[in-house]
T-cell receptor, first 115, second 116 residues
Framework: DAGITQSPRHKVTETGTPVTLRCHQTENHRYMYWYRQDPGHGLRLIHY???????DKGEVSDGYSVSRSKTEDFLLTLESATSSQTSVYFC??????????????FGPGTRLTVL | AQSVTQLDSQVPVFEEAPVELRCNYS??????LFWYVQYPNQGLQLLLKYLSGSTLVESINGFEAEFNKSQTSFHLRKPSVHISDTAEYFCAVTEAMNTGFQKLVFGTGTRLLVSP
């Protein structure tokens, strides 16, 4: 299994509080992604990173920010959590090998409940 | 831009029966196609992928999928399911020949429920 961990695995918080989710990889892969999974929507990309301090928005980035200060860590922050951000959050990683498709590997997920 | 449609949100089936999970995609460029499986309370695992070559791809646990370009489909099949196949299955697509950042677009998922 790819070395990806997410912390915390479960979190319950209240509306308006800040929340930070952490993704940690031991694979030294270049790309890291944050998705959210919701019933009826599948997985949707929130933000991704293509290197240290290099990040960009996905399709559902409103209300989220990210940071990547080290290759191995990708943080997702909800500045002021809302109930609509109750979801399961997945981190994924992929490498870049010229001429090859590079599989995305997924972490175990973080279940976030915003009351 | 790509999109994926999984036509069935839930598929109940008896053990040892065959099953087909349907996936259709839309894209104006060549694509790579994937099926991911998610067992309860776990992350996603790649089940099988179509990149190029033979349009019939197989997984190690008996699933297969066929890329049909004319029908823009990538249906997943298994001739005889086991209880342990109970999971949610996601079809996904990305633009072909992209070795860097991959914008994986996922379908909404199909929950396969296998009963004795």
């Amino acid at each position: 299994d790819a070395g990806i961990t997410q912390s915390p695995r479960h979190k319950v918080t209240e509306t308006g509080t800040p929340v930070t989710l952490r993704c940690h990889q031991t694979e030294n892969h270049r790309y890291m992604y944050w998705y959210r999974q919701d019933p009826g929507h599948g997985l949707r990309l929130i933000h991704y990173s293509y290197g240290v301090k290099d990040t960009d928005k996905g399709e559902v980035s409103d209300g989220y920010s990210v940071s990547r200060s080290k290759t191995e860590d990708f943080l997702l922050t909800l500045e002021s959590a809302t109930s609509s951000q109750t979801s399961v959050y997945f981190c994924a990683i992929s490498d870049q090998t010229s001429g090859h498709y590079n599989e995305q590997f997924f972490g175990p997920g973080t279940r976030l409940t915003v009351l | 831009a790509q999109s994926v449609t999984q036509l069935d949100s839930q598929v109940p089936v008896f053990e040892e029966a065959p099953v087909e999970l349907r996936c259709n995609y839309s894209s104006s460029v060549s694509v790579y196609l994937f099926w991911y499986v998610q067992y309860p309370n776990q992350g996603l695992q790649l089940l099988l992928k179509y990149l190029s070559g033979s349009t019939l791809v197989e997984s190690i646990n008996g699933f297969e999928a066929e890329f049909n370009k004319s029908q823009t489909s990538f249906h997943l099949r298994k001739p005889s399911v086991h209880i342990s196949d109970t999971a949610e299955y996601f079809c996904a697509v990305t633009e072909a020949m992209n070795t860097g950042f991959q914008k994986l677009v996922f379908g909404t998922g199909t929950r396969l429920l296998v009963s004795p």
